[in-house]
């Protein structure tokens, strides 16, 4: 006889919080069933040879041995292989992507995977990667994002550490994924550009040490994998493990990432114009045999996803409930890499004026001779600087507009694009 609301499951859930452990690092092995309750919480449940039916029919594997000699051979099983042959058997928990043409459902598995998202701004990247995002948390995995442009301070459900003006510590990093419920975002703003790679293999082994105690993080998600993982790594100071799961690293192009990061990938999904270039591109990366695979032409909410060594499937992709916020204080005030950075250099090039946040923008702008202003709208360059580096449609359109309507003046385009910049990021002191 229990109190109401007392089973195994409670003790269970006690015990995890007094070990620091995530009910998705255990393993459940009975015979009867009230051991139903604690098995359905845990990752893996297995039942002994001698177990009751109804138990034996709801588990994820049954050993062949009976008692004792059960739970021994399934210890040798964890010992062995960690389970890793029961991988397509534990389908309770797989993150949910989004639906084929056919209704089939698009998934990937929570272990075992290391996956890239890959494809040019406004192609719906960061929506499918919020909602991959967004399922990992609701399933219960501790992830943590390592977030060089600051995308993800909105996120919700996660601890954000480091700003513009402070990079974090390894320490403080480590102290909040010790939390198996907490999740992390590890904002770069204060990590300057060229020493992104740098902080990344510092932090990257601690992770990994964590992994080894506590199978935690669950999820390591690199944002502008190119920063941290540029194709120019010296891999002789940075060594990755030959495998890497719980990955996603996302990126505008695969040939922009390590040949030795992006090798660990088994799971590609691309979005955006010409999707079947990243896959020709990632596949050339790695040696890999191209699959045959013709122009696609990818509606709005769609992508490819290619199981390595499959065949690239069409899919619609489910979005996250999260909107993005729009990083007023970032592109506003903030520190632009300088690839994301605007450069005023005129039809000659003589200049090399650089703006690295929307407030220098306008100020470059008020000043820059009538000729390099012109320059620069006519080619619809302030255009096309708002959509991929600031990720701003709605302003890239309004200034595409002012760009194609301008009829020379200088001035008056400058008013009209300083006008739109204000109305939408500009903030009290």
């Given at each position: 006889?229990?109190?109401?609301?007392?089973n195994?499951?409670?003790?269970l859930?006690?015990?995890?919080?007094e070990?620091?452990?995530?009910?998705?690092?255990?393993?459940?092995?009975?015979?009867?069933?009230?051991?139903?309750a604690?098995?359905?919480?845990?990752?893996?449940?297995?039942?002994?040879?001698?177990?009751?039916p109804s138990?034996?029919?709801?588990?994820?594997?049954?050993?062949?041995?009976?008692?004792?000699?059960?739970?021994?051979?399934l210890?040798?099983?964890?010992?062995?292989?960690?389970?890793?042959?029961?991988?397509?058997?534990?389908k309770?928990?797989?993150i949910?992507?989004?639906?084929?043409?056919?209704?089939?459902?698009?998934?990937?598995?929570?272990?075992?995977?290391?996956?890239?998202l890959?494809?040019?701004?406004?192609?719906?990247?960061?929506?499918?990667?919020t909602?991959?995002?967004?399922?990992?948390?609701?399933?219960?995995?501790?992830?943590?994002?390592?977030?060089?442009?600051?995308?993800?301070?909105?996120?919700?459900?996660?601890?954000?550490?480091?700003?513009a003006?402070?990079?974090?510590?390894?320490?403080?990093?480590?102290?909040?994924?010790?939390?198996?419920?907490?999740?992390?975002?590890?904002?770069?703003l204060?990590?300057?550009?060229?020493?992104?790679?740098?902080?990344?293999?510092?932090?990257?082994?601690?992770?990994?040490?964590?992994r080894?105690?506590?199978?935690?993080?669950?999820?390591?998600?690199?944002?502008?994998?190119h920063?941290?993982?540029?194709?120019?790594?010296?891999?002789?100071?940075?060594?990755?493990?030959?495998?890497?799961?719980?990955?996603?690293?996302?990126?505008v192009?695969?040939?922009?990432?390590?040949?030795?990061?992006?090798?660990?990938?088994?799971?590609?999904?691309?979005?955006?114009?010409?999707?079947?270039?990243?896959?020709?591109?990632?596949?050339?990366?790695?040696?890999?045999?191209?699959?045959?695979?013709?122009p696609?032409?990818?509606?709005?909410?769609?992508?490819?996803?290619?199981?390595?060594?499959?065949?690239?499937?069409?899919?619609?992709?489910?979005?996250?409930?999260?909107?993005?916020?729009?990083?007023?204080?970032?592109?506003?005030?903030?520190?632009?890499?300088?690839?994301?950075?605007f450069?005023?250099?005129?039809?000659?090039?003589?200049?090399?004026?650089?703006a690295?946040?929307?407030?220098?923008?306008?100020?470059?702008?008020?000043?820059?001779?009538?000729?390099?202003?012109?320059?620069?709208?006519h080619?619809?360059?302030?255009?096309?600087?708002?959509?991929?580096?600031?990720?701003?449609?709605?302003?890239a359109?309004?200034?595409?507009e002012?760009?194609?309507?301008?009829n020379?003046?200088?001035?008056?385009?400058?008013?009209?694009?300083?006008?739109?910049?204000?109305?939408?990021?500009?903030?009290?002191?």
């Amino acid at each position: 006889m229990l109190p109401s609301g007392i089973n195994k499951a409670a003790g269970l859930k006690a015990a995890l919080e007094e070990m620091k452990v995530s009910p998705h690092n255990v393993v459940a092995v009975g015979d009867a069933e009230n051991d139903h309750a604690f098995m359905n919480i845990s990752e893996c449940s297995v039942a002994v040879a001698n177990a009751l039916p109804s138990l034996k029919d709801r588990v994820d594997f049954v050993t062949e041995g009976s008692r004792g000699d059960g739970v021994i051979e399934l210890i040798d099983k964890l010992i062995a292989s960690d389970l890793s042959e029961l991988d397509e058997k534990l389908k309770r928990e797989n993150i949910h992507v989004g639906k084929a043409e056919d209704d089939v459902e698009i998934s990937i598995k929570p272990y075992g995977t290391s996956a890239l998202l890959a494809g040019t701004s406004g192609g719906g990247k960061s929506t499918l990667a919020t909602g991959i995002i967004e399922r990992i948390a609701e399933a219960g995995y501790q992830f943590c994002i390592i977030d060089p442009e600051g995308d993800y301070e909105n996120f919700d459900g996660a601890v954000i550490l480091g700003d513009a003006d402070r990079a974090p510590s390894i320490d403080e990093i480590q102290s909040i994924l010790e939390q198996p419920n907490q999740n992390l975002i590890i904002n770069l703003l204060g990590v300057g550009l060229h020493d992104r790679p740098k902080f990344f293999a510092e932090l990257l082994p601690a992770l990994l040490e964590l992994r080894s105690r506590t199978g935690r993080p669950h999820w390591i998600i690199v944002d502008e994998a190119h920063h941290l993982l540029p194709a120019s790594l010296n891999t002789a100071a940075f060594t990755l493990p030959q495998q890497l799961n719980g990955l996603m690293m996302i990126t505008v192009h695969p040939d922009h990432v390590a040949p030795a990061a992006v090798s660990l990938v088994n799971t590609l999904l691309t979005v955006g114009q010409a999707p079947e270039n990243n896959i020709k591109l990632f596949c050339e990366t790695v040696g890999d045999k191209v699959p045959e695979l013709s122009p696609q032409k990818l509606e709005k909410g769609q992508a490819l996803i290619w199981y390595r060594g499959g065949t690239p499937q069409r899919f619609h992709f489910t979005p996250g409930h999260t909107e993005r916020r729009r990083h007023v204080r970032k592109y506003a005030e903030g520190q632009l890499g300088e690839d994301k950075s605007f450069y005023f250099k005129g039809k000659e090039g003589k200049l090399n004026l650089r703006a690295q946040n929307l407030i220098l923008f306008t100020q470059i702008a008020e000043g820059v001779d009538d000729d390099t202003w012109l320059y620069h709208l006519h080619e619809g360059d302030y255009s096309q600087w708002f959509r991929e580096a600031i990720k701003d449609n709605s302003l890239a359109e309004e200034v595409e507009e002012i760009e194609k309507n301008a009829n020379g003046s200088a001035s008056d385009s400058r008013q009209a694009i300083k006008a739109a910049i204000e109305e939408r990021y500009t903030l009290p002191a």
